[in-house]
């Protein structure tokens, strides 16, 4: 089982409101190690902390695991703005050591070049009609308002998790037609950038699919699904979704992994080189839509 990789993507984690699965991507990023970490959009919602929404204990201890993966591994981390953290606008770009705040960024994965963005800029709704877009996120905290409550009463009846919003998203014939659209339109949107493949967030739909010729990308959300995009060192691509993970597998692989080291540790040890971009991608475009 892979625990090392070379970059993971991670969006629309909603940090601040009661949806936010805070302990569960905090327990995620424990158990894995990469060299680059996306922070794609949607980490803080600004919109919700200015409302009803609170900040947490466990929402600090998110970003207290970032530290600890700058600090211990040298991991580079990119947050990447969204819409409901747009209060970024105000500092961007800024670099701090290894940490990097931007609107977006072009990525190369092994010769291949990959456009990432939140994906809120092809939105016209929320671009350009901002008031409809609240509305709309109101409605849509309603629904995981609502989700909590099905599933307290499916765990006591012994029943299987289930997500009310996403099964009512699919049942509504003009929102599975935008996610239809948004997907088109990032995959048009990277090609005119002269990328192969384009990574984004923003509609809570984890993907890993071709689109004409283009490598599409969804991370998914931390809300929902508790799904992230991984890319290990050959350049190939891979959903791991929250759910699915053997944790104690992993743990078992770690202190295996642990034992060998200890008894390497009397021979001379080797630096292990992290990875560092070109001098060319030190400051990566910025695109402004």
């Not at 919109?47 to 900040?55: D, H, I, M, R, T």
């Not at 600090?71 to 800024?94: A, C, K, M």
């Not at 809570?204 to 959300?221: F, W």
């Amino acid at each position: 089982m892979k625990t090392h990789y070379k970059t993971i993507v991670v969006s629309d984690v909603h940090l601040g409101t009661k949806g936010s699965k805070a302990k569960e991507i905090a327990r995620f990023l424990k158990q894995y190690r990469c060299e680059n970490l996306i922070l794609n959009g949607d980490i803080i919602d600004g919109w919700q902390l200015k409302k009803s929404g609170s900040w947490k204990r466990k929402h600090t201890r998110f970003f207290n695991r970032i530290l600890k993966m700058i600090e211990n591994h040298n991991t580079n981390v990119f947050y990447l703005r969204g819409n409901h953290d747009d209060f970024l606008e105000q500092i961007l770009p800024l670099q701090i050591g290894r940490l990097h705040i931007q609107t977006d960024m072009i990525y190369d994965s092994q010769g291949k070049k990959y456009f990432i963005t939140h994906g809120d800029v092809f939105d016209s709704i929320t671009t350009n009609l901002r008031w409809i877009a609240y509305l709309g996120d109101i409605g849509y905290t309603f629904l995981l308002w609502m989700n909590r409550v099905v599933n307290f009463y499916r765990f006591k009846a012994g029943l299987p998790y289930f997500s009310l919003s996403q099964y009512v998203k699919g049942k509504v014939k003009s929102a599975v037609s935008y996610v239809d659209d948004f997907e088109s339109e990032l995959a048009k949107m990277a090609r005119s950038k002269g990328c192969e493949g384009i990574i984004c967030g923003h509609i809570h739909k984890a993907e890993n699919r071709m689109i004409d010729g283009i490598h599409y990308l969804n991370s998914g959300d931390w809300v929902e699904t508790m799904s992230a995009l991984a890319e290990d060192h050959e350049g190939n691509w891979q959903l791991i979704y929250y759910n699915e993970i053997d944790f104690k597998g992993i743990q078992l692989d770690e202190q295996s992994i642990g034992s060998s080291e200890e008894v390497e540790s009397s021979v001379i040890p080797l630096r292990k080189v992290s990875f560092e971009l070109p001098k060319d991608d030190l400051t990566p475009p910025h695109f402004r839509l």
